[in-house]
């Protein structure tokens, strides 16, 4: 993929002022709005939402159409956001896949590309695949490269907040200290925005399914275990980008039970994917990944099912903490497992339940993710275009 250079610095990545990004922003709910309209919501006059208007519809960022419902004389004109105008780069690195797509200004998913990876996989090997697969989408679309407007990078770490690199990811050690960022712009002069993947899952599920949800926890269980923080309508990092690393919880039961992170007794050590294996393997189960547990789940088989329930209320005990110091509205479980999420949701609704203050959990929603929702991917996109919004 050539190298894309940003033509517009004094007027951010969308080559526009930031009086005319405002009104953009008032159009990413997909809905045309006239200018009036515009005027009234960010309180501005209408003669200068006409001249920033103008400046987007210039940009080819938006269109206008004739408003369907008038009265006679002049017809109103509405202004319309056109979403692939620019689009952003959505990726998703675990250790076992990659998956790229590309994402509209609207952070809808357009299309997307996924290949499986071995966990032992180089970063700049991924990452070369990662822009093969992103110059082939491009061209099934017939798009040139400087439609692309930023880079959203999902990856299965913490990440330090302040440098965009991942700090010591327990399950992609080859990863450790990466730096993504500088990869990328050395190949696309673009803004490029490194999250980890739990966080981007909180981020697109909210987007997909409950968009209007201040306060959203997303748990994730498949290798890892963590989870993505919504509160007050914001993605929660905490001070160091830490926040949500609930894998490392210690639990009440099995206090001895080794963890790779170094401690024993932690949530990831007893119900992560990789330790209900070696739990049904040592009951004579022949397992070698989440999906053959999936498999004896759907088989109603009782060892399956007893595992998946106990992580439920392993996870349920983190989370029952959790709910009465942060009382989120909704709790959404996604992962490897969510596909065959109901063993698992009711052993942490059982927990949460029984142990949350009733006032912390009134109102409450714990909910399964959306099987094949992309979430991350979505996610990714999500954080990329607010980002180039307001990069001014």
Same mark, same amino acid.
């Given at each position: 993929?050539?190298?894309?250079?940003?033509?517009?610095?004094?007027?951010?990545? $969308?080559? &526009?002022?930031? %009086? =005319?990004?405002?009104?953009?922003?008032? #159009?990413? *709910?997909?809905?045309? !709005?006239?200018? @009036?309209?515009?005027?009234?919501?960010?309180?501005?006059?209408?003669?200068?939402?006409?001249?920033?208007?103008?400046?987007?519809?210039?940009?080819?960022?938006?269109?206008?159409?004739?408003?369907?419902?008038?009265?006679?004389?002049?017809?109103?004109?509405?202004?319309?956001?056109?979403?692939?105008?620019?689009?952003? $780069?959505? &990726?998703?690195? %675990? =250790?076992?896949?990659?998956?790229?797509? #590309?994402? *509209?200004?609207?952070? !809808?998913?357009? @299309?997307?590309?996924?290949?499986?990876?071995?966990?032992?996989?180089?970063?700049?090997?991924?990452?070369?695949?990662?822009?093969?697969?992103?110059?082939?989408?491009?061209?099934?679309?017939?798009?040139?490269?400087?439609?692309?407007?930023?880079?959203?990078?999902?990856?299965?770490?913490?990440?330090?907040?302040?440098? $965009?690199?991942?700090?010591?990811?327990?399950?992609?050690?080859?990863?450790?200290?990466? *730096?993504?960022?500088?990869?990328?712009?050395?190949?696309?002069?673009?803004?490029?925005?490194?999250?980890?993947?739990?966080?981007?899952?909180?981020?697109?599920?909210?987007?997909?399914?409950?968009?209007?949800?201040?306060?959203?926890?997303?748990?994730?269980?498949?290798?890892?275990?963590?989870?993505?923080?919504?509160?007050?309508?914001?993605?929660?990092?905490?001070?160091?980008?830490?926040?949500?690393?609930?894998?490392?919880?210690?639990?009440?039961? *099995?206090?001895?039970?080794?963890?790779?992170?170094?401690?024993?007794?932690?949530?990831?050590?007893?119900?992560?994917?990789?330790?209900?294996?070696?739990?049904?393997?040592?009951?004579?189960?022949?397992?070698?990944?989440?999906?053959?547990?999936?498999?004896?789940?759907?088989?109603?088989?009782?060892?399956?099912?007893?595992?998946?329930?106990?992580?439920?209320?392993?996870?349920?005990?983190?989370?029952?903490?959790?709910?009465?110091?942060?009382?989120?509205?909704?709790?959404?479980?996604?992962?490897?497992?969510?596909?065959?999420?109901?063993?698992?949701?009711?052993?942490?609704?059982?927990?949460?339940?029984?142990?949350?203050?009733?006032?912390?959990?009134?109102?409450?929603?714990?909910?399964?993710?959306?099987?094949?929702?992309?979430?991350?991917?979505?996610?990714?996109?999500?954080?990329?275009?607010?980002?180039?919004?307001?990069?001014?």
């Amino acid at each position: 993929m050539p190298r894309h250079t940003r033509t517009s610095p004094n007027k951010g990545f $969308l080559g &526009v002022s930031a %009086g =005319a990004l405002a009104v953009l922003e008032t #159009l990413l *709910d997909g809905r045309p !709005r006239t200018r @009036v309209r515009i005027a009234d919501m960010i309180g501005v006059a209408r003669s200068t939402v006409a001249l920033r208007v103008d400046e987007l519809v210039s940009a080819g960022l938006a269109r206008f159409e004739e408003d369907p419902v008038y009265s006679g004389g002049r017809p109103s004109m509405r202004i319309q956001l056109v979403p692939d105008s620019r689009i952003v $780069l959505a &990726v998703d690195i %675990g =250790a076992n896949h990659a998956v790229t797509g #590309l994402v *509209d200004l609207n952070s !809808r998913l357009i @299309v997307q590309r996924r290949r499986e990876v071995d966990v032992a996989t180089r970063p700049e090997e991924i990452l070369s695949w990662v822009m093969d697969a992103a110059a082939s989408l491009l061209a099934g679309k017939a798009w040139d490269v400087s439609r692309l407007a930023a880079v959203g990078v999902g990856l299965a770490a913490p990440i330090e907040h302040a440098t $965009l690199r991942p700090i010591n990811p327990p399950i992609m050690p080859l990863w450790d200290g990466f *730096d993504a960022v500088s990869w990328f712009q050395g190949r696309l002069d673009v803004p490029v925005l490194v999250e980890k993947d739990v966080n981007l899952m909180a981020l697109g599920e909210r987007r997909l399914k409950w968009p209007k949800t201040q306060n959203l926890l997303f748990a994730k269980l498949s290798t890892g275990i963590g989870a993505g923080l919504i509160l007050d309508g914001k993605l929660y990092r905490g001070e160091q980008g830490t926040a949500g690393d609930i894998g490392h919880v210690r639990l009440s039961r *099995d206090m001895d039970t080794p963890c790779h992170c170094g401690n024993h007794g932690c949530l990831e050590a007893l119900a992560s994917v990789p330790s209900l294996i070696a739990k049904l393997q040592g009951e004579g189960q022949g397992l070698e990944s989440g999906s053959d547990i999936i498999e004896l789940l759907k088989a109603g088989n009782i060892d399956a099912v007893q595992a998946v329930r106990q992580a439920g209320r392993d996870l349920g005990e983190v989370l029952a903490s959790t709910v009465s110091l942060i009382n989120p509205s909704v709790i959404v479980i996604g992962g490897s497992l969510a596909s065959v999420g109901e063993h698992l949701i009711t052993g942490v609704r059982e927990i949460v339940f029984a142990r949350a203050m009733p006032l912390s959990t009134k109102g409450l929603s714990i909910v399964q993710a959306a099987p094949g929702s992309n979430a991350a991917l979505i996610g990714a996109g999500v954080l990329a275009v607010n980002h180039v919004l307001h990069a001014t």
